[in-house]
């Protein structure tokens, strides 16, 4: 097989989260030579194979085979690999089936390296996320397997393909805000005290308002509101609680803790209650790693352009890697239609990306 063949081979596979549609089975098959560990977990199927060279550094291709559900507006069949125009059109085709074709095709064709190739796959990471890459590098530790450098192959380009690297994430931190009033009827407000009067004086300062100044790989930490909703849908009552929900993708700059201080700040005498989940926890691996010089020189090979290094967008299991202090990036092919209907990426994409993790082997 080539890398287009395999490419259209894994759209073909029905992988919807947190089924493998049998991708995981064929790759331990197809990886000649690979030692393979499945770590399956709560319905979750994920694959961890390596081949050791030589006694050198451990660099290791992750990604995930699931896909989210086709859903409907398809001019073609979601689970068949449809060529028009030099474009191969099918669901995953960007997120991230054509990462894992071309990494996968790479370490096949691999023959010398000195040190250690390895593949770690999940089923679970369009979903909870939780059973999967997470669960393959608490493994891998226990049994002193962790690789020293990553890249995750999830579509990171923006409009030319080569044209950006993820070096790291923003985090995540979700809130919930409840504001208490007291009930009463609108025709006598002064016995009531309504949580949307009180919020309507808060809300310019604290909508939109920029948490941090941001640095040279994030951009200021932006507090999003993403719903407010208050009374019992009536005109004549007016209500006793309102709940105001937000998300702050966050810099190394901002945490929970200076979140619950800005919240404090202006919300000052009122009564109200705070909860804070953080669901990413933000990363920056430096331009100076062996694994981004390389990759970046083997892109500007192979596209004869400079990639910009970025942090934009939402979350990855990446940031499962940054925890354990592994240098992690993220490089693959255009995105402009994951998750959305006619989602396809172009042949030559495909096989830009393969020649260039076959560089980054060859030169790491």
């Given amino acids: 097989m080539n ?3 395999l490419f259209k081979k894994f759209i073909e596979s029905k992988s919807q989260t947190p089924d493998d549609g049998g991708m995981l089975e064929f790759i331990e098959h197809y990886l000649v030579g690979f030692t393979t560990i499945r770590v399956d977990t709560q319905g979750v199927k994920n694959l961890f194979a390596y081949r050791r060279f030589g006694e050198g550094p451990h660099l290791c291709f992750a990604g995930h085979v699931d896909v989210v559900p086709a859903g409907d507006g398809w001019t073609t069949d979601p689970y068949t690999a449809t060529e028009i125009d030099g474009y191969i059109y099918g669901r995953g085709a960007q997120d991230m089936k054509s990462g894992v074709s071309a990494f996968t095709q790479a370490l096949k064709d691999a023959e010398h390296f000195n040190g250690t190739l390895s593949i770690l796959l999940t089923s679970d990471e369009e979903g909870p996320a939780k059973y999967g890459t997470a669960e393959v590098l608490a493994y891998l530790k226990e049994h002193d397997l962790l690789p020293d450098a990553v890249v995750v192959a999830e579509p990171t380009c923006e409009t030319i393909f080569g044209d950006a690297i993820k070096v790291g994430r923003r985090g995540s931190i979700n809130g919930v805000l409840e504001l208490h009033g007291k009930q009463g009827h609108a025709a006598y ?3 009531a005290i309504n949580p949307i009067h009180q919020i309507a004086r808060v809300l310019p300062t604290v909508a939109g308002a920029f948490l941090d100044g941001g640095d040279e790989y994030f951009a200021p930490s932006q507090l999003v509101v993403t719903d407010i909703r208050s009374g019992i849908e009536t005109t004549n009552v007016s209500p006793g609680k309102l709940k105001m929900m937000f ?7 901002t945490d929970k803790a200076a979140i619950e201080l800005f919240i404090a700040q202006h919300f000052t005498g009122l009564d109200y209650t705070l909860t804070l989940d953080q669901s990413a926890i933000p990363f920056v691996t430096d331009a ?7 990759l970046s020189d083997s892109i500007r090979e192979v596209c004869d352009i400079t990639p910009k290094h970025s942090t934009a967008g939402g979350t990855s299991d990446a940031r499962f890697v940054a925890t354990y202090g592994i240098d992690v990036i993220e490089f693959g092919v255009i995105n402009d239609t994951i998750h959305a209907p006619n989602e396809r990426t172009s042949i030559r994409e495909v096989e830009q990306l393969h020649r260039i993790f076959s560089r980054l082997i060859a030169q790491f």
């Fill in 3 to 5: 890398v287009i063949e």
């Fill in 189 to 191: 407000p002064e016995k």
């Fill in 247 to 253: 998300n702050v993708r966050n810099s190394t700059k």
């Fill in 288 to 294: 100076s790693t062996r694994i981004v010089q390389v």
